[in-house]
C-alpha cells in the first residue's frame, strides 16, 4: 500500500527521533509520559464503559433502526512513533451504497489543509449529526484506551493519509500516546486550524504532566455539553 510505504513505522519513528534530538532542550519531548498514570486511565476507562454499557446499548439499536450498515464504525489510525491500531467509533454517516449516501465536494471543506471537515456533510445520518455533536460517537474509544491503543488524554489520533501529508517537524504530534481528549479539543475543537492543532499539541507534550492532564478533563465536559466546534 502507497500510504503505508509512505509513513512505514520504521521511517515515522526515525524522523521523530531525529527531531526529537533536535528539540532536546523540551524536557517532555523524550517518549516518556509524565501525565495521569497510564494504569488509572485504563482502569476508568473500563468502570466508564460498565457504567454506560445500557446507554451504549441503546445507542447501537437507534443506529442500527435508522440507516443500514454496522453500528461501530473501525478505522486505521496512526498513534505514538506511527504505530497503526484500530479506532472505534459510532457510525454516524450513510454507507456508500445506501441511496440516501451523498458523497461531498472536496472543495466544501470547511477547513483548509491536511485534515477536512465539512459543517455541512451530505453524509451524516440524522442521528449521526447529534451523537457528533456532542461528541458520543468517540465514546467507543473507551475500548480502546483499555485495550492499551490510546489514553484518555493526548493528540488525537491522525488517519494514515493524514500523516502521510506531514512536514517532518508535524511529526512531533506523534511522540506521545494518542487521547480521547486532548489540549487542542478543549481549546477550539474543530474550529482551530491544522497548524493551530500542531501547535496545541506539541505544547501539551512540552508541559505534560498529571495537574495539565487533570485541567483538560475537567474542560471537556463544559466544551461537550456547549458543542462548541464540533459537527
Known sequence: MEIT???STSATVSSISAMRNNN???ANIDGVHHGIPVWFQRAVATLGLLAISPLLALLMLAIKLESKGPCVFKQVRVGKYGRRFTMYKFRSMYLQDDP???APDQKDSSREGVCQKYIHDPRITCIGRFIRKYSIDELPQL???VKGDMLLIGPRPA??????QYNPSQLSRLNSEQGLTGLWQVTGRADTTFEQQVQLDEQYIE???ITSDIKILFKTVPC???AKGAY
Not at 159 to 164: F, P, S, T
Open 5 to 7: 510505504n509512505k509513513i
Open 24 to 26: 532536546a532542550k523540551k
Open 100 to 102: 440516501r449516501f451523498k
Open 143 to 145: 475500548l480502546n484506551v
Open 159 to 164: 488517519l494514515e493519509i493524514e500523516v502521510a
Open 207 to 209: 508541559e505534560q504532566s
Open 224 to 226: 461537550v455539553l456547549g
